[in-house]
């Protein structure tokens, strides 16, 4: 199952609280103030690494909270500040406080972004010493740690992305060119969340069939438009199956469109797909009316090799380029 939104409640620490204590000797008491100050509470960062089905794990865990600062201590000792807490989301991640409106983005790997700052530790009673005041017994507690839910949102970033109509054969070609192993079918809808595959050291994603209308909602596409906003190339498949491949074609591009307008600037390449259900007639024809849109126009047929090393010949030297 793969998860790419959720809320999560995080909160970070709370302070220690500062003590009254006394300097003591033997026959003597109260020498003089000596309660330490408490320590800081954990701070919560967000940390990415490339695990895009982290957020599985998530699922059931819904709360992630960072330990308190220790009390203060006799004989002046400080509280021990207690450690941040990091919580690892995958790169790509955007992750939303949903208090006050603030958004992170996790573009690297490794790279702590601050979410929540700890509070800070109360004062013992011997900060409160003065000339007026010789034995204060003042003290304050520990501040409480920030805390927030978060709606955490996975928008992956890959190098290529496959987009099209449901059938259009994206996941027959992902899984013929990648060692991918995503479900196939010949009905609408086969893939229900986004497969990724591994291609010469570029990363494909299969992103669930569009639908007209699936900017507005419609279908199961627009709660994947997101996964393609941050690729580097658009590799929108089109099967000849199709009584118009121009009709098919303006689909696709008005819900990119009417979604982002960056994804209409991004580079794209078509592939008619399913070439082996047409002569070599039909197939020139196609790609003619094709490149009235694109100068980037391959084919594929998942049931020759040749055919889809060629494919894949072509489509590692343009992700080269990109």
């Known amino acids: 199952m793969f998860v790419d939104e959720l809320k999560l409640y995080l909160k ?76 690892d989301f995958p790169v790509g991640t955007v992750i939303t406080n949903l208090t006050d409106g603030s958004t992170y983005e996790i573009l690297k790997e490794d790279q702590p972004i601050l979410l929540l700052k700890g509070g800070r530790g109360g ?19 520990g501040k409480p740690g920030e805390d927030a839910d978060f709606y955490i949102e996975l928008r ?18 992902l899984n013929s060119i990648t060692n991918s192993s995503a479900k196939v079918g010949g009905y609408e809808f086969t893939t ?9 050291g570029y990363t494909i994603a299969d992103i669930p069939g569009l639908i007209e209308g699936a900017s507005q909602g419609k279908g199961l596409g627009y709660k994947f438009l997101r996964h393609i906003k941050r690729t580097k190339l658009i ?20 819900e990119l469109e ?10 794209e390449i078509i592939i008619l797909t399913k070439s082996d259900l047409v002569d070599k007639t039909t197939l020139d024809r ?17 049931y020759d090799d040749k055919a889809v090393k060629k494919l894949a010949d072509a489509l590692v030297k343009i992700l080269k380029k990109t």
Request: positive net charge; charged residues 25%; contains cysteine.
């Open 123 to 141: 004062l013992g009673n011997k900060e409160f010493k003065s000339s007026v005041n010789r034995s204060p017994r003042e003290f304050t507690e």
């Open 12 to 87: 970070a620490g709370d302070g220690g609280d500062g003590v009254v204590r006394w300097l003591q000797e033997k026959g003597k008491d109260k020498m003089g103030p000596a309660g330490g100050n408490g320590g800081n509470g954990g701070s919560v960062y967000a940390r990415g690494v490339r695990d895009p089905g982290l957020l599985f794990r998530y699922r059931h865990k819904k709360e992630f909270v960072a330990a308190s600062g220790q009390d203060g201590m006799k004989k002046n000792m400080y509280g021990k500040n207690a450690p941040d807490l990091i919580v």
């Open 235 to 254: 590799v929108h498949c089109i099967s000849l199956e199709n009584n118009s491949l121009t009709d098919t074609y303006n689909i696709i591009r008005k």
């Open 156 to 173: 992956l970033i890959v190098d290529a992305g496959l987009v099209g109509l449901p059938n259009a054969g994206k996941s027959s070609l």
């Open 192 to 200: 229900l969340e986004p497969n990724l595959g591994s291609f010469y």
């Open 258 to 267: 009417s979604y982002d307008d960056e994804l209409a600037k991004k580079e």
């Open 286 to 302: 196609g790609i003619k009316e094709m490149k009235k849109f694109n100068g980037n126009i391959l084919t594929a047929t998942v």
